[in-house]
Each structure stands twice: as structure tokens, then as C-alpha cells.
């Protein structure tokens, strides 16, 4: 299990539950219930990783506090 911040909200447009990870570039994913889009985050997070160092990319460490928001 990775500790990378995940933001979820409610999409109007996509009538679904969505989950970013802030910390890693384009990593998010959705779902009807908040459940099922933290599940979908999370494999999208072992993806994510997987895809980085398959092609030698860095990983950022999760940075263990609260992003802040612009």
C-alpha cells in the first residue's frame, strides 16, 4: 500500500466519484461510490509505479503531510 495524498470528489460532468493523486502526474481514476473509486486509485497507483520503473522514471516518495492547494 503506497501513502500518497488521493483528493476524491463528486463530478457533475462524469456523474461518478473521482480520486487524483496529486503527487503523481496524471494518476487518477473513478467510481460510482467513493469505495469504489479509492479501490480504482489504488491500482492505479501500483500502475503508475509499475509503468515508472519499467521505464526507469523516477518515483516520487510520498511526502507524508498535506498538500496545499492553490
Excluded at 14 to 25: H, N, R, T
Excluded at 41 to 65: C, H, M, S, Y
Aim: hydrophobic share 45%; with cysteine.
Amino acid at each position: 500500500m503506497h501513502k500518497y495524498e488521493v483528493i476524491l470528489y463528486w463530478s457533475n460532468a462524469d456523474d461518478v466519484f473521482v480520486a487524483e493523486v496529486p503527487e503523481l502526474a496524471g494518476c487518477m481514476a473513478h467510481g460510482s461510490t467513493q469505495e469504489a473509486a479509492l479501490k480504482n486509485v489504488n491500482q492505479a497507483i501500483e500502475l503508475w509505479v509499475e509503468t515508472a520503473r519499467e521505464f526507469g522514471d523516477p518515483i516520487p516518495e510520498p511526502k507524508g503531510e498535506r498538500l496545499m492547494l492553490a
